[in-house]
């Protein structure tokens, strides 16, 4: 499975209507640590294929999105549950990091 490309239209339906926890990666194409983190995203979507819903949004085309959840600094990673935001993760870590604060929340 790859990340959804997700964007202010479709954010209601694909993340905050979602049935089960998505990780949505907040990114953009000039952020170098944005690319380093990539794989692992990636990584985690086949990983957690049918557990855990991955997403990617790009902040440049999407601002209103971005404001509304305060991404100051990107990548910001945040789990989304029932709608809410239960973890943010902040900055270019290592895979088993992002391992960690994503696994408390799958079902």
């Not at 907040?26 to 692992?40: D, E, L, V």
Request: with cysteine.
């Amino acid at each position: 499975m790859k990340p959804v490309v997700v964007d202010d239209s479709n954010f209601q339906t694909e993340v905050l209507n979602a049935d089960k926890p998505v990780l949505v990666d907040f990114w953009a194409i000039w952020c170098g640590p944005c690319k380093m983190i990539a794989p692992f995203v990636e990584e985690l979507a086949k990983e957690y294929n049918g557990k855990l819903k991955v997403a990617k949004m790009d902040v440049d085309a999407n601002p209103r999105t971005a404001m509304q959840y305060g991404i100051r600094s990107i990548p910001t990673l945040m789990v989304f549950k029932g709608g809410q935001v239960v973890e943010q993760i902040i900055g270019a870590v290592p895979k088993r990091h992002l391992v960690e604060k994503v696994a408390p929340h799958l079902n």
